[in-house]
């Protein structure tokens, strides 16, 4: 299964960041907004057409481009323990 990113997270939805794989200046831009691998971050809106997308992290709403959520990957554990957790 392909790994999950914030690009497949729709409103309301949650997950854990694992890493982001953009070039350095990118990445450096991210974390300095607080996208850091082990912070929870949830979807908010989007703008029509869906681009850019906002997400909520570390107490502030941050719009990225889909092209950029695509690259943010979601740590597939917490998933599987969400997944468990609703049995």
Same mark, same amino acid.
């Given at each position: 299964?392909?790994? @999950?990113?914030?690009?497949?997270?729709?409103? $309301? #939805?949650? %997950?854990?960041? #694992?890493?982001?794989?953009?070039?350095?200046?990118?990445?450096?831009?991210?974390?300095?907004?607080?996208?850091? !691998? %082990?912070?929870?971050?949830?979807? %908010?809106?989007?703008? !029509?057409? $869906? #681009? !850019?997308?906002?997400?909520?992290? #570390? &107490?502030?709403?941050?719009?990225? @481009?889909?092209?950029?959520?695509?690259?943010?990957?979601?740590?597939?554990?917490?998933?599987? &323990?969400?997944? %468990? &957790?609703?049995?």
């Amino acid at each position: 299964m392909p790994a @999950r990113t914030l690009s497949d997270l729709r409103q $309301g #939805d949650e %997950g854990v960041l #694992d890493r982001l794989e953009v070039i350095a200046e990118v990445a450096e831009r991210l974390m300095e907004l607080g996208f850091l !691998p %082990g912070v929870r971050v949830s979807a %908010g809106r989007a703008a !029509p057409g $869906g #681009d !850019p997308m906002v997400f909520r992290v #570390d &107490g502030s709403e941050v719009a990225i @481009r889909r092209a950029t959520a695509r690259r943010l990957i979601l740590n597939d554990s917490a998933r599987a &323990g969400e997944e %468990g &957790g609703n049995v």
